[in-house]
């Protein structure tokens, strides 16, 4: 009973400056790395995060222990039932009046100089080596008034009990009633471009992406971002132009192009490239591991918005054979090598065609590809690029992707043999499957 009172009577919410929030266990690991890098002097949004002891609270202030505990262990119908009781119950029922208390003055608090507010996830068993989680989550930008604030942080909560990740979940042996959401509040950072970074996109090399704009283009992977390659020494060593585009992934809403845009200027120079690849190199020095990062640039320069551990996959030798077939260029992503039938998607609704050990070929690289990532032999997207959400998981699961690749899913041929490189960011394919050009 003691122990229970005193972790209670630790405050709910702490700035990300404060050492306490370098507690993963309390605070996540996306709070603590951000706050590990603040602490370090790099630069960073700011805000406060608010503990995953609130989340419980609000947990059994509703009375919902029981039904998450039956959620991984009942049958089918039932866990699903008792998931959506515990998902609507956090986002319609009654704020415990500690966690209420707490919410509303670190609104007022932040508001008072900073009128447009991020509400982020930063779950208990997010940004870990080995599960990212990367995408499975949303962010809310721009949250202005109480109401909107306490919407995004239940949505937050009930974030952890959607199908996307309770599946998620399952693949890697996770009891959702077994751990719990903090959520980051932050300023927006009204950027005029972002992106992502990886340290170790080989041996000598670092990777940065970046598009116009707040960065959650580049991390659903709806654009082709602009690609710098640094050596580790953060010197410029190329650039490769992206696209910016919108459009939709499903064949029953043809793709709109924006009047004006298409392919795309590279968007920082090479003094802010390298000044962007110092902060990176920074960043896996205070972590201590090679890391990848998203982050914003505004008027008052970079700002770095996440750290997380960077699966790095050791190269694959591809077959000399793949170098009679046609090919197409991309951005590389995922990990290694791999070959498999082509599945070729025009929308997202055709997901169940995908089988086992096929390669698939898409339009948009988005989050909702991640529930048939444990069966696919490889990913081939017009849009996204290194540093995507998608590309993250594909890292985490060991698969190779090769994103950003213009008209794949015209050129690709349904059922050709595909061969994905995701070192050199190549993708060939045979014309008729099971020809001689195939990996034992």
């Avoid at 050596?231 to 793709?255: D, M, Q």
Wanted: proline residues 7%.
């Amino acid at each position: 009973m003691t122990a229970a009172l005193d972790t209670r009577a630790r405050p709910l919410v702490v700035r990300l400056t404060d050492a306490a929030a370098s507690n993963p266990g309390r605070f996540g690991p996306k709070a603590a790395s951000l706050s590990r890098l603040a602490r370090a002097g790099l630069p960073t949004p700011g805000g406060a995060v608010l503990d995953a002891e609130a989340y419980r609270i609000q947990l059994a202030h509703l009375g919902l222990e029981a039904a998450a505990a039956q959620v991984a262990w009942a049958e089918s119908p039932l866990a699903r039932r008792r998931a959506v009781e515990v998902r609507l119950g956090l986002m319609e029922g009654p704020l415990a009046p500690a966690v209420g208390d707490a919410l509303l003055t670190t609104h007022a608090e932040l508001t008072s100089s900073s009128p447009r507010l991020v509400v982020r996830s930063s779950a208990l068993v997010e940004d870990r080596a080995g599960s990212s989680f990367a995408g499975q989550f949303d962010s809310y930008l721009g949250v202005r008034d109480e109401a909107d604030f306490l919407t995004s942080v239940r949505a937050c909560w009930a974030a952890l009990w959607s199908t996307r990740v309770l599946r998620y979940m399952a693949t890697h042996a996770v009891d959702p009633s077994t751990t719990a959401m903090a959520v980051l509040i932050q300023p927006l950072v009204e950027a005029s471009a972002s992106g992502g970074g990886l340290s170790r996109a080989d041996v000598d090399a670092m990777v940065l992406t970046a598009a116009p704009g707040l960065g959650s283009a580049v991390a659903q992977g709806e654009v082709v971002p602009d690609r710098y390659v640094l050596g580790r020494e953060a010197v410029l060593r190329g650039v490769e132009p992206g696209r910016t585009e919108h459009g939709t992934s499903c064949r029953h809403a043809p793709p709109s192009p924006v009047p004006g845009v298409g392919a795309h200027e590279a968007g920082l120079d090479r003094a802010r490239a390298e000044r962007l690849g110092s902060l990176l190199l920074a960043a896996e020095e205070v972590m201590g591991y090679p890391v990848e990062i998203e982050w914003a640039l505004d008027n008052r320069g970079f700002t770095l918005l996440q750290a997380r551990p960077l699966e790095v996959g050791l190269p694959v030798l591809p077959d000399p054979i793949w170098t009679r077939h046609p090919g197409l260029r991309g951005q590389p992503s995922g990990v290694g090598w791999g070959t498999g039938r082509a599945c070729v998607l025009s929308c997202e609704c055709e997901l169940g065609r995908v089988a086992p050990g096929d390669v698939l070929v898409t339009r948009i690289a988005g989050p909702a590809l991640s529930r048939v990532l444990p069966s696919v032999a490889g990913v081939v997207a017009e849009l996204g690029g290194s540093t995507s959400h998608l590309a993250s998981l594909g890292r985490e699961r060991g698969i190779p992707m090769v994103l950003g690749v213009p008209d794949a899913t015209r050129q690709i041929p349904e059922g050709a043999q595909v061969a994905v490189d995701a070192v050199a960011g190549l993708v060939r394919w045979a014309a008729r499957a099971g020809s001689e050009a195939t990996r034992p």
